[in-house]
């Protein structure tokens, strides 16, 4: 898996040099690459080894994919495993082990497939909150953290976990001390940059040097001058927004709104919650912190009810904007639920839409939101 790829001059340059410098750092520690926000990375760092998200924002690496799964498929799904299959991702191309989740089916049958291929794990999630899911999960983790030791050759201690803890807490803090800008009326920070925020901290290799880099951001964003009018200010929530899916948010803010709280998996999603560093049992601490990111995979969901509720008020929200892939039948399901529960309750002007990977929905998208927003 350190070779690079046959056709690797045929890369622009700009992958090429990201497929270098993966290289190199998969020679100091190993890479462990991860699809969710629902893996551990505190285990995978007290292993000693780096946790990174992987490749699957893009709508060129579905058609390969199609060999495989079903086009009516989740696009997100088809993306990363088209990426992995022609091995177009740095990350995965480098990784000595792949983390899965059974979070959605369609992610199952996948990691069944890269099983094949390459070393994988997956974590079996419990989709309900109580005391014996927390239990199951606390042995899963452990179950996982024993996977890591065997495949690297090493033994992680409590207190590696505690110290990883820490540090991830930290870091939590840190995205959300940057994030809490969109507070301000007008906001300090746009959806966009927001986005890349939130993108760019799921494949941090220096946790010391992502702090500096937070730091340094809330620093640029909280000095610079703020817009003078006021514009409407959307929650945006639903299926994982990425690179092939960011024209919601480009939509939301070239129509004069500002997406001020992202709340997905690339968001405040799994940011929000820290874990309990005064818990005696690490695995128990992680296990509750983890089992309470509010996805659409667990039942029945009234977390993520009760976030969105709280961040209306808090962030002062106009307008929730609802985006479900095609084919993300969970999220999709959810609409009916969060769209009685913001307009009845909340009294907020609530829209769902359907995104896919490809550009042609891009018009329609851009049409119905202009005319949302000018509702508000």
Known sequence: MNDLPADFDTFSETHRKNFLRIRELSREKPIVGTFCTFVPRELIRAAGAVPISLCGGTDTTIPPAEADLPVNFCPLVKSS??????????????????????????????????????????????????????????????????????????????????????????????????????????????????????????????????????QMLKETYASRPTLVRRSKRILLTGSPVTRATVKVIDAIE????????????????????????????????????????????????????????????????????????????TFNAESTKLRTYVSGVKKTPFIHLEADYSCADTGQISTRLSAFLEML
């Open 81 to 214: 495993y088209g990426s992995l299959l022609g091995g177009r991702c740095s990350y995965a191309h480098f990784a000595k082990l792949i983390v899965g989740e059974t979070t959605c089916d369609g992610k199952k049958k996948m990691f069944e497939y890269l099983s094949e291929e390459i070393p994988v794990h997956v974590i079996h999630l419990p989709q309900m909150i109580d005391e014996d899911s927390i239990t199951l999960l606390t042995i899963e983790f452990r179950k996982f953290a024993k996977r890591l030791e065997e495949i690297f050759g090493t033994t992680i201690t409590d207190e590696m976990v505690r110290d990883q803890i820490r540090a991830l807490n930290a870091e939590r803090q840190a995205l959300a001390d940057v994030y809490h800008l969109a507070r301000e009326d007008p906001p300090r920070i746009s959806g966009k940059e927001l986005f890349e925020m939130f993108n760019s901290s799921t494949t941090s290799f220096d946790p010391a040097g992502k702090l500096a880099e937070l």
């Open 254 to 329: 070239s129509a004069g709104g500002s997406v001020v709280y992202l709340e997905g998996c690339i968001g405040s999603r799994a940011v929000e919650l820290l874990v309990d560093e005064e818990n005696p049992d690490v695995y128990d601490a992680l296990a509750r912190k983890y089992i309470r990111i509010p996805c659409s995979c667990m039942t029945p969901n009234t977390t993520r009810l009760e976030i969105i509720g709280e961040k209306i008020d808090e962030y002062r929200v106009d307008g929730v904007v609802d985006m479900g892939l095609v084919a993300c039948h």
